[in-house]
């Protein structure tokens, strides 16, 4: 194969282009955060006043509780095609969030078990170095050792330890009205 000057020269100038283009490109990141909800939701008002507080550019969210959340576009992930959209999309994000996640869940994301979808979209997350959180809709469970909770609570320090953020949805029946009991 035989070149003249001329088009070795304009060959050159194409790649040069395409590496430049490339790098000033760079990434592109969307300001907005995919809302993982794995389950249902139980306070769906709150929950989206919360999120868009949280989430000022916007948010999308997936999985069965999705359709319970005002305001916010939402990503079918009921096919094989669905979920490879909704992964191929996962870089465009600038955060993740789980959102009440079954129990069951959270010791498999600790476990760095991926073979469900909400655990490889969220591993994906932390390995991609998003703005990772799991947002719970009860307050950590104490150290009680022998239980059930002991798990749970390692599994959530383990999650912690990965990178993500864990945080709890205080529901107001809870909070108290600043008085406190005396124990003496």
Same mark, same amino acid.
């Given at each position: 194969?035989?070149?003249?000057?001329?088009?070795?020269?304009?060959?050159?100038?194409?790649?040069?282009?395409?590496?430049?283009?490339?790098?000033?490109?760079?990434?592109?990141?969307?300001?907005?955060?995919?809302?993982?909800?794995? =389950?249902?939701? *139980?306070?769906?008002?709150?929950?989206?006043?919360?999120?868009?507080? %949280?989430?000022?550019? $916007?948010? +999308?969210? #997936?999985?069965?509780?999705?359709?319970?959340?005002?305001?916010?576009?939402?990503? =079918?992930?009921? *096919?094989?095609?669905?979920?490879?959209?909704?992964?191929?999309?996962? %870089?465009?994000?600038? $955060?993740? +969030?789980? #959102?009440?996640?079954?129990?069951?869940?959270?010791?498999?994301?600790?476990?760095?078990?991926?073979?469900?979808?909400?655990?490889?979209?969220?591993?994906?997350?932390?390995?991609?170095?998003?703005?990772?959180?799991?947002?719970?809709?009860?307050?950590?469970?104490?150290?009680?050792?022998?239980?059930?909770?002991?798990?749970?609570?390692?599994?959530?320090?383990?999650?912690?330890?990965?990178?993500?953020?864990?945080?709890?949805?205080?529901?107001?029946?809870?909070?108290?009205?600043?008085?406190?009991?005396?124990?003496?």
């Amino acid at each position: 194969m035989n070149m003249d000057e001329k088009e070795l020269k304009e060959l050159i100038q194409r790649i040069a282009e395409q590496v430049i283009k490339r790098m000033t490109q760079g990434e592109e990141t969307s300001a907005g955060a995919l809302a993982l909800v794995p =389950s249902f939701v *139980t306070e769906p008002a709150r929950l989206s006043a919360y999120l868009k507080e %949280k989430y000022a550019d $916007g948010f +999308t969210a #997936i999985g069965e509780g999705a359709a319970a959340l005002q305001a916010c576009k939402t990503l =079918s992930v009921q *096919t094989q095609q669905d979920k490879q959209r909704c992964m191929a999309s996962l %870089k465009g994000f600038a $955060g993740v +969030t789980l #959102i009440f996640p079954p129990l069951y869940l959270l010791k498999n994301i600790a476990d760095g078990d991926d073979r469900g979808f909400f655990e490889q979209v969220f591993l994906r997350s932390l390995l991609w170095n998003k703005s990772v959180s799991v947002l719970l809709d009860f307050e950590r469970p104490g150290f009680k050792r022998g239980t059930y909770f002991e798990g749970l609570s390692d599994a959530l320090h383990a999650i912690e330890n990965m990178g993500a953020q864990v945080v709890s949805l205080e529901s107001p029946a809870v909070k108290t009205e600043g008085r406190l009991s005396l124990v003496t």
